[in-house]
């Protein structure tokens, strides 16, 4: 069974930059498709970046791409979010889980982390 740990969130001001880690247990993490998520106050959980279990895949909902880029250390067990060009949009709490596609595969979910965006 893989547990996942995110962290790296924060506050940070408009135009910033944060970078999020997900640190995973489990032997088979490197052979799953992995993806970022983030829930806003009052909102459903969207999807925001994928990236395939070698790194060579990676794919990014509009709302990001260009600003955010999802990468993975498979010998660390870690997938990493770079946040560039924030903006109070971003406000959110943001998760890792195994993916399939744009949807999450599996109930992997950790307890997330804050992402807060001042203008």
């Known amino acids: 069974q893989v547990q996942l740990v995110e962290s790296g969130g924060g506050l940070v001001q408009a135009g910033g930059s944060l970078r999020l880690s997900c640190a995973a247990s489990?032997?088979?993490?490197?052979?799953?498709?992995m993806g970022w998520f983030r829930q806003a106050p009052g909102k459903e959980r969207e999807f925001v970046a994928g990236i395939s279990w070698s790194g060579g895949s990676t794919y990014y909902a509009d709302s990001v791409k260009g600003r955010f880029t999802i990468s993975r250390d498979n010998a660390k067990n870690t997938v990493y979010l770079q946040m560039n060009s924030l903006k109070p949009d971003d406000t959110a709490v943001y998760y890792c889980?195994?993916?399939?596609?744009?949807?999450?595969?599996?109930?992997?979910w950790g307890q997330g982390t804050q992402v807060t965006v001042s203008s």
């Open positions: 889980n195994r993916v399939r596609g744009s949807n999450s595969y599996g109930n992997y």
């Open positions: 489990g032997r088979t993490f490197s052979t799953y498709d």
